[in-house]
């Protein structure tokens, strides 16, 4: 399954990390390298084997439905880039 | 009286105890070995008028005889990976440029209110990710040590990674003990790259709350520090039950200094095949021979054990890690903290941020990550993965029923020259390759200083308990400990 | 997700979602005539509901609506660095709750995933949701319209998610505005079969839905403040055919814009289609101002959400007692209301249907006919109620919590006319004043002596002046022009400002004129 540089241009898209157009290729290349390691996992036999979800044998536990927490805004805001009247501010969106 | 700086843990509460130093004194000490080490870049962030202020704090409790415990008074580091209120705190990223949170990990909250005084941050491999502590935004950490002999002497060393700066600072007497965190080898590889006792307890034992998250279903807090007892006195304030981690553990805490007994008399210890790789180099093989037979001296029944998934540990790793990265590291998009790289658009900002806020490492493994995880994808890598992992948690489980704790090196090799490995990522992945099993199974391991390569470095013996066994693990890696007599120094 | 207003895909994929239509036999009322034949239109809906509970799905944050930007916010909902979520159990009940209540499967074993993507309000870089193992499976809501028939749609199931932020656009001409007071609240995502025909019938199914979720406590249903949302799935097809391509209309947030959207979005496709063009899949938007639906081109771009189990969160395990004591708890729902409605007073499906719609309409009802037992007229209850009542309501904007008429006192006022005290017609006046006052009727009658005469002696004598003062009307009356009598009538009440009992002013002035 050997990627090509379409396929890291939308990987980086989709990850939101910008790369140059001329590093695609090398990226490839690099990427391509550890996939191909990671494949030895092929080797394994893992029918009827169930993906791990949880390390520790334990229940979920739920909260209880209680207010206490937020009224934080100052710490929310604290180490925003560029807030403005209680928000936080970007680019604008066009929709 | 040796340096206060040399002092365990255990012996500078001693000391303070007795009324032979303040805990003010012991900290000044440590403010000026720090000074004098800057060289290693060990520090992100130092915070004397903290640790001063905390000293005094702890010389005050103590003066009123309602000292907390033993680490009162002991001057600690911090990795970088641990939120500290009013603190630089940055996963040694550029991304996280100038983030000072306005709350405090429950990690480190446990260790202040533990009467621990903090010295500051210390350098790590950007996010966690990392063997070598080479891809931190604040540059390498140096490893105290240096090699006598051999193709990197003469040359600056890594310290491992990621918990490097922890480590070299121990080391270098710079900190009595660290926090580090290991995700598949992070706090136990560092460790034995610097001489020093790394730690990681069962998953869930320390709140991940507070601590930058780099993979969700791996990362652990754990202690360095330079002896097994100071590692037990570390993990029993760090860890403990926090309802705001789900993935936290509500076990009875034991108390692990206690388990020192220095007996494992009938204690079974498995030794696993598949931890004979090619490529091991012999000094490595030859001090594991060493570890089994200083425990079947002591008294251990050795016993040989399969792991039959051993070698797929890692590269499963290397799609679960990334995996949960790719997902855990999309809130660093230049919105509520951290670097902004304003773009054309939303989106030209987003991906120019997080371009120039991240790492080429973290960028790759991101990028693994995020196609692992995408459609078409996720159920050969992601999902066959988890079921890689699966196989290899049976593994360990079925060893339970023949050992009690197993006993492996902790790392391929010593320490390397910084510089090296760097172009070959799976070379430097390597590095993981003895300590990613137990990570993947949630399993509590130690790595213990155990010996010197023929180049003089410090090499370390892993051993590995069944979850929830950190009493086990202690007392067999005290018994270690005193066989090996470790005392070289950097 | 569709809750923040970034996504320009399904939630829920082709595969897991059922994509046959179980409805059969669908009205042919329905099919609409186009130029070349007649076409079918199928809908499938995602509800968004907001569920009931005081703080947020995985923290202790107010799910109070308003509030200073950024005020209701813990720094877990604003995604900060090593912050992690623990499941609120409220938000797991309500879930069940509404499960039960759609007589759907309840799965004891449920799984929050992450929904991957970049939007400004949605802090952590992904939605926590829930993806191939939804906390409900399937289920059913009958829905009722307005010509009495009623028809089913099938629930696929419903799952708990976060909702996003909010980014306002308006307040800065270069800069878009975040405010995370939303951001990690409670939804239910409740994914409809394609069982739905016409506009009307997808605003049925929401009202109906609506109402379902109010009964049982576990979403205001508040449209205006977002509560509660849909993303309408559209698609035509020639009768008998296979399902054409659909278009997601999001977050169209009113009845009668559910009904628009479908209505002008079938036009739309229809017309591409009798052109021979093709319908493009894609995300519109409805624009309630000119009533029509519109591509969001800014979204263009494919989407892969990466959907992967939350490795902060274990699987959630609930067991059959916790579902059963939800169970035992539930109210008596709308459709079960409205039968014992008429079986017990004898109302008709659509008066029936009208009063359970709200539960508090319903509470409010039962209190007027039947309190402590003395039992009113049911019929004129309901005539009451949806009459006069709904009206004052609806003229005052008020919700019937708010109505300054209680139960109580619309009891007294049927008291009232029932014994004769007032006429139905003062009635009206009486509880006007009722309503402006919030005074008793007994109260009003006494102190404006609208007291209805029923004294024969009283009224015989008003009714014998006036025959004496009008011998030309009586003359006419005897000659048998009947019509004169309601002229007669007339006199009498307006000499008796309307209080004369108006079965004795005729029957006296039957048997006078009749002579
Ligand atoms: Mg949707
Ligand atoms: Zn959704």
Request: net charge neutral; charged share 0%.
């Given at each position: 399954m050997a990627l090509d540089t379409d396929t890291v241009r939308r990987i980086a898209r989709l990850a939101r990390i910008h790369v140059d157009d001329g590093e695609l290729a090398p990226l490839a290349d690099e990427l391509n390298n550890i996939l191909g390691w990671i494949e030895q996992l092929d080797e394994v036999d893992t029918e009827g084997v169930a993906p791990m979800t949880s390390v520790v044998e334990m229940v979920q536990r739920l909260r209880a439905d209680e207010v206490n927490d937020g009224d934080l805004q100052e710490d929310v805001l604290a180490n925003a880039p560029d807030p403005a009247d209680g928000f936080f501010t970007v680019p604008k969106v066009v929709e | 009286m040796s340096a206060l700086t040399d002092l365990t843990i255990a012996q500078a509460g001693d000391g303070l105890d007795k009324g032979e130093f303040t805990a003010r004194e012991l900290t000044d000490a440590y403010l000026s070995a720090m000074a004098d080490a800057q060289a290693l870049n060990a520090y992100t962030a130092e915070t004397p008028d903290r640790a001063c202020a905390m000293a005094d704090a702890s010389d005050a409790r103590r003066a009123k005889g309602a000292a907390a415990g033993p680490l009162d008074g002991i001057p600690l580091a911090i990795k970088d990976l641990f939120c500290t209120e009013g603190v630089l705190s940055t996963a040694g990223s550029h991304i996280l440029d100038g983030f000072e949170p306005r709350y405090e990990s429950t990690v480190t909250q446990n260790l202040w209110d533990a009467g621990a005084v903090m010295l500051g941050k210390v350098n790590m491999d950007e996010f966690a990710m990392g063997s070598a502590n080479i891809t931190s935004h604040y540059g390498p950490t140096i490893n105290p040590w240096k090699a006598k002999s051999g193709d990197a002497a003469g040359k600056d060393?890594?310290?491992?990674?990621s918990s490097g700066g922890s480590a070299a600072a121990v080391a270098a007497r710079i900190a009595a003990g660290a926090t580090g965190t290991d995700t598949g080898g992070s706090i136990r590889q560092p460790g034995a790259f610097c001489g020093i006792v790394g730690m990681k307890p069962t998953y869930g034992r320390c709140s991940r709350w507070g601590v930058i998250a780099f993979a969700s279903s791996l990362d652990q807090a754990g202690p360095l520090a330079r002896t097994v007892e100071d590692s037990a006195l570390m993990l029993q304030a760090m860890a403990g039950y926090d309802p705001k981690d789900s993935t936290s553990i509500d076990q009875p805490m034991p108390d692990f200094a206690a388990a020192l007994t220095g007996d494992i008399r009938g204690l079974r210890v498995g030794v696993p095949a598949e931890y004979r790789m090619d490529g091991t180099p012999p000094e490595i093989e030859a001090l594991w021979q060493q570890g089994i037979d200083w425990l079947r001296d002591a008294g251990a029944a050795i016993v040989d054990i399969s792991l039959p998934h051993t070698k797929y540990a890692l590269p499963a790793y290397y799609i679960v890690a990334p995996a949960e990265a790719s997902s855990n590291l999309a809130r660093y998009d230049g919105v509520r903290y951290g670097l902004r790289v304003e773009g054309e658009d939303l989106t030209d900002t987003y991906e120019r941020t997080r371009a120039a806020g991240f790492g080429a490492e973290v960028q790759r493994r991101i990028m693994i990550g995020t196609y692992v995880l995408s459609a078409g994808y996720y159920d050969a890598y992601y999902l066959k993965a988890q079921r890689v992992r699966t196989r290899i948690a049976d593994d360990f489980r079925n060893a339970w029923d023949s050992c009690d704790v197993i006993l492996t090196p902790t790392t391929p090799s010593a320490a390397f020259a910084i510089g090296e490995k760097m172009d070959d990522p799976i070379a430097m992945y390597l590095n993981d390759i003895f300590t990613v099993p137990a990570s993947m199974a949630g399993l509590p391991a130690i790595s213990v200083p155990a010996g010197l390569s023929g180049d003089g470095l410090p090499l370390g013996l892993h051993l590995i308990a069944p979850a929830f066994g950190e009493e086990t693990l202690f007392r067999t890696a005290g018994v270690l400990e005193d066989a090996a007599a470790f005392d070289a120094r950097p | 997700m569709s809750d923040a207003s970034s996504t320009s895909e399904d939630d829920i994929p082709d595969h897991l979602v059922a994509h046959f239509t179980s409805r059969i036999g669908h009205n042919s009322a329905d099919l609409i005539e186009g130029e070349t034949g007649s076409w079918e239109i199928v809908i499938g809906m995602e509800v968004h509901a907001q569920v009931i509970s005081e703080s947020k799905l995985f923290s202790g944050a107010s799910t109070e609506f308003g509030g200073a930007p950024n005020s209701h916010v813990s720094l877990v909902d604003a995604a900060m660095p090593g912050m992690l979520p623990v499941l609120n159990i409220a938000a797991v009940r309500q879930a069940v709750r509404t499960g039960l209540g759609l007589e759907a499967q309840i799965n004891l074993r449920s799984v929050f995933d992450r929904k991957n993507y970049f939007y400004p309000d949605l802090p952590q870089g992904y939605q926590i949701s829930q993806f191939s193992d939804p906390i409900v499976g399937e289920g059913r809501v009958t829905v009722d319209l307005a010509d009495g028939e009623s028809f089913e749609v099938g629930i696929v199931r419903i799952h708990l998610e976060q909702d996003a932020g909010k980014s306002i656009h308006d307040r800065h001409p270069t800069r878009t505005y975040i405010d995370l007071n939303r951001s990690g609240v409670a939804l239910m995502e409740i994914v409809s079969k394609p069982d739905i025909r016409s506009g009307e019938e997808a605003a049925a199914y929401l009202a109906k839905l609506r109402s379902i979720l109010r009964y049982l406590g576990t979403c205001d249903g508040n449209m205006q403040e977002g509560s509660m949302r849909a993303d309408v799935n559209v698609s035509v097809r020639r009768p008998g055919e296979d399902l054409g391509t659909r278009c997601e209309i999001k977050n169209v947030n009113s009845l009668r814009s559910v009904r628009e959207a479908v209505d002008y979005e079938a036009r739309r496709q229809i017309e591409i289609l009798e052109e021979g063009g093709e319908i493009d899949q894609e995300t519109r938007l409805f624009d309630a101002d000119r009533g029509e639906t519109r591509s969001m081109r800014s979204k263009e771009e494919a989407h892969d959400y990466r959907y992967f189990p939350d490795p902060d969160l274990l699987p959630v395990e609930i067991d059959q007692a916790f579902v059963d004591e939800i169970k035992a708890s539930l109210p008596e729902l709308p459709d079960a209301k409205a039968q014992r409605f008429a079986a017990d007073f004898g109302l008709n499906a659509y008066d029936a249907g009208v009063l359970v719609a709200e539960r508090e309409t319903s509470e409010f009802y039962e209190a007027v006919v039947d309190p402590d037992g003395a039992k009113r007229d049911p019929k004129i209850a309901a005539n009451w109620l949806t009459g006069d009542f709904f009206r004052r309501l609806n003229a005052d904007d008020l919700e019937i919590a708010d109505s300054p008429v209680s139960a109580a006192q619309l009891g007294g006022l049927l008291d009232l006319i029932a014994d004769g005290t007032i006429s139905g017609k003062i009635a009206k006046d009486v509880f006007d004043e009722m309503f402006d006052t919030g005074k008793d009727a007994g109260d009003i009658v006494e102190a404006k002596g609208l007291k209805q005469i029923s004294d024969s002696g009283e009224i015989s004598a008003i009714v014998d002046q006036i025959i004496a003062d009008n011998p030309d009307q009586a003359d006419e009356y005897r000659g048998g022009n009947a019509k004169v009598a309601g002229w007669f009538t007339g006199q009498v009440m307006k000499a008796t400002q309307g209080k004369a009992n108006p079965q004795l002013v005729n029957e006296l002035l039957k048997r006078k004129l009749g002579g």
């Open positions: - | 060393l890594v310290p491992g990674g | -």
